[in-house]
C-alpha cells in the first residue's frame, strides 16, 4: 500500500469516527441545549413517574406472573449494584467477575450484626448496621485489590472470579453465618404508618422500592461528582492506557485500589438493602451468577454511562420476570439477546462519547491492520 493510499484510509477512518461521535454526542447535546427550567421539569417529572410506578402498575409493564412492586424491588438493587460495579468497569476499566462476594459481605454484615442477640442490636438496627456494611465491604474490595490488582485482564477476571466463590462457600462452612440454614430475623428498615404497622413490612415491597430509589438517585449524583474529579480523570486514564498513565505520573495501583473500594462499598449497600427486604438470606442467595448478571447490566447497557448502566440493570433484572410465562425458555431468549448485542452493539445500548470513541478507534485499527 502506497503513502497516498494510506493517507486515503486514514482520512476515511477519522470521518467514520466523526460520524460515530456524532451519533453518540447528538442526543446529548440536544438535552444540554434545553434551557434549565425545562430540564428541571422534565427531571422532575420523570422521577414523579418512577414513584408513582408501582401504584400505577400499567398493564404494559406489569407482571402478571409475579408482585410488580416486588420486580420492581429487585430491579432497584440491580441498578444499585451496577453502578457500583461501574466504577470498577466502566470507570478504571478493571474486570471483575466476582462482585457478588461484596454483595454477600453487605447483606451478611447486617445479618450478623443486627440480629436480636448482637451487642449491636438497637431500636434501630439497620441504620446501625448498614454504616458497618459498607464498611466491610470497602475493606473485603481493599483486601482482595491490594495483592491482585498487580495483575490484569484474565489473571485478575480469574482471582475475582473465585474470590466471590470464597465468600458464598466461607458462609456455607460457617456456623456463625448460619451455615447452609442461612441466617433468619434480618433488620427491616426503621419506620411506622399513621395506624402503628411497620413501613417496611413482609407483604408489601413498595416502600423498599421507593428506598432503593433514593438510594441510586444519591449513587448516580455521587458517581456523577467523583467521576469529574481528580480520582475521576485518573480512572479513565487508566482504562485508556495505564503504562501511560503510569509514565505520566498517576499512581495506578493506589487509583486501582480506590476503584475496587468504591465500587466495593456500593455493592455492600445493595447487599444490605436486599437483606433488610429479604428477612433471609443463606449462601444460595449469592451464586455466581449474579456477578455475571451485574457485569451483563454493565455491558449491555454501556459501560462508563451512569444511565447506560441503569438501563442495562432493569432489562437484565426485569426481562426475565415479565417474560416469566415463557418458563425455561425465557433464558434461552435472554441469552441469545446478549449475543446479538454483542455482535451488533458491543459499545452496549448508551455507551460514554469516550467509550464509544475508544471502541471505534479499536474497530477502526483492526479493520486498518486487516485491509494493510
Known amino acids: 500500500m502506497t503513502i497516498s493510499d494510506r493517507l486515503g484510509l486514514a482520512d476515511r477512518l477519522r470521518a467514520l469516527d466523526d460520524r ?49 412492586p416486588t420486580v420492581l424491588f429487585i430491579v432497584g438493587v440491580y441498578c444499585l449494584a451496577a453502578l457500583g460495579l461501574n466504577i470498577v468497569v466502566g470507570l478504571a ?32 438496627p439497620w441504620l446501625v448496621c448498614v454504616p458497618i456494611a459498607i464498611a466491610l465491604a470497602m475493606v473485603a474490595g481493599v483486601v482482595l ?58 407483604i408489601d415491597a413498595k416502600p423498599y422500592y421507593w428506598l432503593a430509589l433514593g438510594l441510586i438517585f444519591v449513587i448516580v449524583a455521587a458517581s456523577r461528582n467523583l467521576e469529574r474529579s481528580r480520582v475521576g480523570r485518573a480512572w479513565l486514564a487508566i482504562r485508556e492506557d495505564e503504562d501511560a498513565a503510569e509514565l505520566m505520573g498517576v499512581p495506578t495501583f493506589k487509583f486501582k485500589l480506590w476503584a475496587f473500594a468504591m465500587g466495593a462499598a456500593v455493592g455492600g449497600l445493595a447487599g444490605a438493602v436486599f437483606a433488610g ?17 451485574f457485569l451483563a447490566a454493565v455491558v449491555v447497557g454501556g459501560a462508563g454511562n451512569r444511565l447506560g448502566v441503569v438501563v442495562g440493570a432493569i432489562l437484565v433484572a426485569y426481562l426475565p420476570e415479565r417474560f416469566r410465562e415463557l418458563a425455561e425458555y425465557r433464558i434461552l431468549v435472554f441469552g441469545l439477546a446478549l449475543i446479538v448485542m454483542s455482535v451488533f452493539r458491543p459499545q452496549g445500548l448508551l455507551p460514554s462519547r469516550r467509550r464509544a470513541v475508544e471502541l471505534a478507534a479499536r474497530q477502526d485499527q483492526v479493520e486498518a491492520g486487516v485491509n494493510v
Do not use: C, H, M
Open 20 to 68: 460515530r461521535v456524532q451519533l453518540v454526542t447528538r442526543p446529548r447535546q440536544w438535552w444540554n441545549g434545553l434551557p434549565k427550567p425545562v430540564q428541571w421539569v422534565a427531571f422532575g417529572a420523570f422521577a414523579v413517574l418512577l414513584v408513582l410506578l408501582p401504584i400505577l402498575d400499567p398493564p404494559i409493564l406489569s407482571t402478571p406472573d409475579s408482585d410488580f
Open 93 to 124: 476499566g478493571l474486570l471483575d467477575l466476582g462482585y457478588v462476594g461484596f454483595y454477600a459481605v453487605g447483606a451478611y454484615s447486617v445479618a450478623v450484626f443486627g440480629s436480636p442477640s448482637s451487642q449491636l442490636a438497637t431500636a434501630y
Open 145 to 202: 485489590g491490594a495483592p491482585t490488582l498487580r495483575l490484569r485482564g484474565d489473571y485478575l477476571a480469574i482471582v475475582t472470579l473465585g474470590f466471590g466463590e470464597i465468600v458464598r462457600l466461607t458462609a456455607l462452612n460457617s456456623g456463625v453465618l448460619g451455615g447452609a440454614a442461612g441466617i433468619s430475623d434480618v433488620p427491616a428498615p426503621p419506620g411506622e404508618l399513621a395506624d402503628g404497622s411497620r413501613l417496611f413490612g413482609v
Open 277 to 293: 427486604q429479604q428477612g433471609f438470606i443463606n449462601p444460595e442467595s449469592f451464586i455466581i451468577q449474579l456477578s455475571i448478571l
